[in-house]
């Protein structure tokens, strides 16, 4: 046992002192305005569990619910197929493809711009009528009429996950080629020599040995996912609209706390993101983590 | 051609495809950038216009962009370095001594970590309102000395590289134990501190909902938020002086990480490798 110094507090004071002010406290005050009826203004009025009552049977919170869910599934699903996909071909050791170091810095491009000019950029070029998706897609002949990309429920959350997909392939697959690389080159050139073909190689030693890393890229998706708020808002311009399909939770934790001063409703919704947040990371943590012990 | 070398043509052209389509946007966006309102609704082109300074003459009659580049350079500096500084602190005090209650307060912190950043976001914005800061700089800034998740990688850094007997040398030399920070582990944690403060600096420069929630007047609006602006604004009849307003918020990234791919791309590995 070495014995206690306390020069340490000293060291770690300037760190306590803000996080308790600037990321407890306001936690904390958020949790108090749940059970007020707080308006922005005035002294919040205490009224017990009334905001947990209507979150339950409120249809706009499970509408944004879904839509966030829906969204992320669908750019999820595809960003991991992708950068799996990638990842199987860059480890492929009788392909030897070349360029690992161009292409990957061409693929994370889009994640490294601030994602509100991204929003604004797909807003103007996937107009119905002036955007040059459009134009592009009718030049090639692939589509004779133009589509209203941004004002149907179904195309506008295909778009937002698509945008969401272009932005974090090339992250995932980052991150994928990371773990990849942590696998003994030996155990490719054994199943090489064994006569594996691509598909094995892939199944039996590429996809258990990149499990951690995958719940892990599985994991921050979600929670980032979850929180899912500068595209639909810059897109539909803080409304969610068309019909309500791109209203995502954030985004309406936002409206009713900054559009309609509702502060202490907003703070519920908060409350349940992060709950929900918590049961889903749980979910994903036990059912993979369950998989590769078995394994 | 052999069966092997086709199927090695259609892997090669399927990945230049897919690096078209990574970066065809922002060509686009150059490209209308220099073209104008009516050009532009006319259809779409490989090749530039030469309404390029029109564009962004009509743009500046508006909105200053530049104001908004220079308030998030502000911003996103200042977090960086106090995050970088605060955090290499805490990580040393957390490292080197042994005091009461050192093991509930880091796992205290951690488990903060997993906290969602809108969570305690009306919290927030109500403290701001009684203490003063909204529409400053002060609640994007001042944050930033408690950021759990570089303290907890520069206390694992150190831990495995810092030795106790390099501490206990400078302090039979009598330097105080500020000055062995200052000296000894900050250059150490250099490079690990450089990793952390890339990603610092990419997450504050992109922050856009609370910049959003705190700022008011529009010469103080960081360039996200700034964006959003725009979309809102008289310009967003014009076509393209919105596209020049986007290419200047993007292409100075976009040139940086020319010249730092190699370091961003290794840290994003580095921070997802934990092993």
């Known amino acids: 046992m070495k014995k206690l110094d306390h020069k340490g507090y000293f060291f770690i004071a300037p760190f306590f002192a803000i996080f308790l002010v600037f990321n407890i406290y306001p936690v904390l005050l958020t949790f108090y305005y749940t059970f007020t009826s707080y308006e922005g203004y005035g002294t919040p009025e205490f009224i017990g569990l009334t905001n947990y009552i209507r979150i339950f049977s409120d249809s706009y919170f499970y509408e944004a619910f879904f839509n966030t869910w829906k969204i992320w599934g669908l750019n999820f699903a595809l960003q991991l197929g992708i950068a799996l996909l990638l990842a199987a071909l860059f480890s492929d050791l009788r392909f030897k493809i070349k360029g690992l170091g161009f292409f990957r810095a061409i693929f994370y491009l889009p994640n490294l711009i601030t994602i509100s000019s991204v929003a604004i950029l797909f807003s103007i070029m996937l107009d119905w009528r002036h955007g040059s998706v459009n134009m592009f897609l009718q030049q090639i002949g692939l589509i004779s009429e133009p589509i209203n990309w941004l004002n149907q429920p179904v195309t506008a959350q295909v778009s937002v996950a698509l945008i969401l997909t272009w932005m974090w392939f090339g992250y995932t697959f980052i991150v994928l080629m990371a773990g990849v690389s942590g696998i003994p080159g030996e155990l490719y050139e054994a199943a090489l020599i064994d006569g594996a073909n691509r598909w094995q190689t892939f199944v039996h030693i590429t996809l258990p040995l990149l499990k951690p890393i995958m719940l892990y890229v599985m994991i921050t998706s979600l929670i980032g996912g979850l929180q899912l708020f500068d595209l639909p808002m810059l897109i539909t311009d803080g409304l969610g609209a068309p019909e309500g399909s791109l209203n995502t939770m954030v985004l309406y934790l936002y409206n009713q706390a900054f559009r309609y001063n509702n502060y202490g409703y907003a703070a519920t919704i908060a409350y349940a993101l992060f709950l929900i947040t918590v049961i889903f990371s749980a979910i994903t943590f036990k059912s993979m983590y369950r998989k590769s012990v078995k394994e | ?275």
């Not at chain 2, 490209?31 to 006319?42: C, G, M, Y």
């Not at chain 2, 903060?112 to 009684?130: D, S």
Request: charged share 10%.
């Open chain 2, 1 to 275: 051609m052999t069966r092997k070398q086709y199927t090695k043509l259609i892997v090669y052209v399927c990945l230049v495809l897919l690096a078209v389509i990574s970066a065809l946007p922002f060509y686009m966006m150059i490209v209308n950038a220099t073209r104008d309102t009516k050009e532009i609704l006319s259809g779409f082109s490989f090749l530039p216009g030469s309404s390029l300074i029109e564009n962004y003459q009509t743009m500046m009659d508006y909105v200053n962009i530049w104001l908004g580049f220079k308030n998030s350079l502000i911003v996103s500096v200042s977090v960086t370095v106090l995050s970088g500084y605060f955090s290499a602190l805490t990580a040393f005090g957390f490292a080197v001594y042994n005091f009461k209650g050192k093991n509930p307060l880091f796992i205290f912190m951690l488990l903060m970590m997993m906290v969602p950043g809108q969570l305690g976001l009306i919290g927030f914005y109500e403290l701001n309102k009684f203490i003063g800061t909204l529409d400053t700089f002060i609640p994007l800034i001042v944050p930033a000395i408690a950021s759990p998740f570089v303290v907890f990688f520069l206390r694992q850094y150190l831990a495995t590289t810092l030795h106790p007997t390099l501490l206990e040398a400078a302090r039979m030399d009598g330097a105080s134990e500020l000055k062995i920070f200052h000296t000894i582990a900050l250059p150490i944690m250099m490079p690990a501190v450089a990793t952390m403060s890339i990603f610092t600096f990419i997450g504050s420069w992109n922050n856009y909902i609370v910049p959003l929630v705190v700022l008011f007047s529009p010469e103080k609006f960081t360039l996200p938020v700034l964006m959003g602006f725009l979309k809102g604004s008289q310009v967003a009849q014009n076509l393209g002086s919105m596209y020049i307003g986007i290419a200047i918020s993007v292409v100075p990234i976009m040139v940086a990480f020319l010249f730092f791919s190699k370091y961003i791309i290794s840290s994003i590995s580095a921070g997802s490798v934990k092993e």
